[in-house]
């Protein structure tokens, strides 16, 4: 039955076209920017590649380190937070009856269904001054008002004499949130899978055991979930690490990521070559995250966890 | 063993409705002290659910459930004084074998050398002794069970609830378990509640056996009193092999009961105390080893017999089971037989007419 696997040119005729796809696509692209990383700008348009390494050394410098840092830091925040939000939802999805769970979870994936763009802009409707989060606060503002004034302490003031809207754009917070919106799924999708595939009676012995709901959680749940947190945490970051559309539209002058310095490098600036040095560190940055999962991955396997 | 002395555990009225569904229907018992306590019924009938509910992962319906005197209502599963082997084991599959042992004691706030020497001490109960380094998958099937069961003794708990914690195990495996099983049991002195299917494991295990069907208990005895006297056809039948006769109480004669069944040529006989009225429709159960085969009708009078065809023979090793012809109007009779000589020299074989005979002493005449 399973002869064609052995047959040469079954091998071959299926897994050329794939592999030609690839090279031709993206491996010689790749090149092509990685050797232009080592080039020098020669008058407006032209690149001569000399094997210098002044693009590297530039990159290096105390302003692109700290946006370098920041987009670190905001990656990392990202999937903290998605983490933290994800695990009950994810937790609550399994849990649900599986009338349910199908529904729970393509609200999950609904937000795929529409591009990006609209819905950062969304979002922006969302935090605006004049958006539906202030509105909300508004009126929470006005009904504690109006229950202090039936309590007969309208004219103290006590929640201040004039509403304040929250600044909550173009801001560093309005870039977490924006990021943790856009790739919560890619957080909630891997937790559910290894939470689903969690036997219930481990969690049962553990409390039959002794151990209280939030023990068993940390002993029991969460151990069993890692793969699925580290699956969720890789997904989450790196692409976190290289977004330019959130925090372009929802950032402030400070907010900028590395990934918005480099597009400014491949147009605005049109500086490619040391673009493509930024790029490429950005690229090593991720390989760098998923070899701390493969490590991390091995102890966990060395450990006999599933 | 049975020593039924103070109830360890009062189930009273104990109902558990999922939706409109009795998985659980007004239970009623008590365990005592240090029994070995089975729970057998066919699947579905609500053994794990009862357990569960025990185990406080259920909550009941209805009822009241009492553990060594106390009411367990409100009372969470991790409060509770008792401890489960579940049916899956339910191993951490990453945490070491003396990881999981110890687990209980840890999160209770026992210091680590005394979770140390108790978790050690656990395991060569069950004599894992030299398994404490060991993860769950370097494990067999039977030796995962032992930590499941070394796991949930080590906290000393009042009852051990086991749910049907040898169903995984091959053939020969199980057997062997068995019997360490009551001998830990023993050692201990735990009271045991197992779960099972399985009405061998439940007899030779078991102080008493509650048969449960439909989410009821139909009859609650020591396991030789269950197989002898069972109360109804259902535990009649689910309890060991067979040959149910269909029948009319004729007469009740000094606690002789006549039973005239349609197909056979005599009423069978039956000395019994407790008699369904005369003229009530019932049935006589009569296991297949205490029928005799024979050439000649039996000498006796007072014997119930009735001459038949062999029609079928069943070879189990070390008994045959002969399937007679007695009536064209009645199922097969099954008679089992020692092999006690070879199975080239049997005595009867097919198409051979015989004599089947029993004494009044053999089965009971039900009228469920
Ligand atoms: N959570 C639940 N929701 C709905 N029905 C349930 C639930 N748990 C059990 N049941 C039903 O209750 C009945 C009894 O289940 P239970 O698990 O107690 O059976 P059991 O006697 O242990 O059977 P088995 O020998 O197959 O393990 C079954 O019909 C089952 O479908
Ligand atoms: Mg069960």
Known sequence: ?????????????????????????????????????????????????????????????????????????????????????????????????????????????????????????????????????????????????TVLALMGLGSYQLLGDRFEPLELLYNNTAVVIGLVYVHMPFMILPLYAALERLDRSLIEAALDLGASQFRAFLTVVVPLALPGIISGGILVFIPALGSFLTPDLLGGTDSQMIANVIERQFKGANDWPFGAALSFLLMYLTFAALTVRALVNRRAERRGGA | MSTETTPIVEINGVSKRFGSFA?????????????????????GCGKTTLLRMLAGLELPTEGRLIIDGQDMSGVPANQRPVNMVFQSYAVFPHMSVLDNVGYGLKVSGVQRPEIRERAQEALALVKL?????????????????????????????????????????????????????????????????????????????????????????????????LYEFPKTRFVADFIGSVNMFEGRVEAVEKDVIRLACPGLERPIEVEQTDTPPVG???????????????????????????????????????????????????????????????????????????????TRQCGVVLDR
């Open chain 1, 1 to 145: 039955m399973e002869d064609w696997r052995r047959t040469p040119l079954v091998f071959w005729v299926t897994s050329l076209p794939p592999t030609l796809w690839l090279v031709v696509f993206f491996l010689i692209p790749l090149a092509l920017v990685w050797v232009m990383s080592f080039g020098e700008l020669d008058g407006l348009i032209d690149i001569k590649i000399t094997g210098t390494l002044a693009n590297y050394a530039r990159a290096l410098d105390p302003l692109y380190l700290e946006v370098f840092g920041k987009s670190l830091v905001f990656a990392g925040f990202t999937t903290v937070i998605s983490l933290l939000v994800g695990f009950p939802v994810a937790l609550a999805i399994v849990f649900a009856s599986p009338r349910w769970r199908p529904i729970l979870l393509l609200l999950v994936i609904l937000p795929f269904w529409t591009n990006l763009l609209i819905r950062t802009y969304a979002l922006i409707a969302v935090l605006r001054v004049r958006g539906f989060a202030n509105f909300s606060l508004e009126w929470l503002w006005d009904q504690g008002n």
């Open chain 2, 129 to 225: 002794g030299d398994f404490g380094q060991r993860m769950p998958d370097q494990l067999s099937g039977g030796q995962r069970q032992r930590v499941a069961l070394a796991r949930a003794l080590v906290k000393r708990p009042k009852v051990l609830l086991l749910d049907e914690p040898l169903s995984a195990l091959d053939a020969k495996l199980r057997e062997q378990m068995r019997l360490e099983l009551v001998n830990l049991q023993e050692t201990v002195g735990i009271t045991f509640v197992i779960v099972t299917h399985d009405q061998d494991e439940a007899l030779s295990m078991a102080s008493r056996i509650a048969v449960m069907e439909a989410g009821q208990v139909r009859q609650l005895a020591p396991p030789a009193e």
């Open chain 2, 23 to 43: 998985a659980v229907d007004n239970v009623t018992l008590s365990i005592g002290q240090g029994e070995f306590f089975a729970l057998l019924g066919p699947s």
């Open chain 2, 280 to 358: 009530a429709t019932a049935w006589a159960a009569l296991r297949p080893e205490k029928i005799e085969i024979s050439k000649e009708p039996p000498s006796d009078p007072t014997e119930n017999a009735t001459p038949g065809r062999i029609e079928e023979i069943t070879y189990l090793g070390e008994v045959s089971i002969y399937h007679v012809r007695v009536s064209e109007a009645l199922p097969l009779v099954k008679v089992a037989m020692a092999n006690v000589d070879r199975v080239t020299r049997r005595p009867f074989t097919w198409e051979d007419e015989v004599y089947l005979s029993w």
